[in-house]
């Protein structure tokens, strides 16, 4: 979810119905045994969410009921909270994530700093 969320930041999920999601909401849900939090994108034709991480080119495969875990109400960086709605600069920075993988590892180390 880079830039939004960077490795290493904890994030709060809430628990509400996947019904009441809304486009631009970043949601939790597990599958295959691994996390993932992503940002919804709309829903399919059977009420499944869309979502796909901000940086990545493709989005996810619709996410069932059994997979949704929550929204994510709070994220913390460092103990300081972080804003989730995307500025300019953030949608910016994720199209050039789409685009490189270099830009991603290069700003991965420096907000691990």
Known sequence: MLP???????????????GKCAFGD????????????????????????????????APDAPVCAEEYLGKVADVQRNGQAVLMK???RQRAAAALFRRSGTCASVFQKFASL
């Open 86 to 88: 995307t500025s300019w």
């Open 4 to 18: 939004a969320i960077c490795p290493g930041d904890e994030v709060e999920i809430q628990s509400c119905e996947s």
């Open 26 to 57: 970043v949601v939790a849900f597990s599958r295959d045994g691994r996390l993932f939090v992503h940002r919804v994108i709309g829903r399919d034709s059977g009420g499944n969410l869309l979502t796909q991480g901000d940086a990545l080119l």
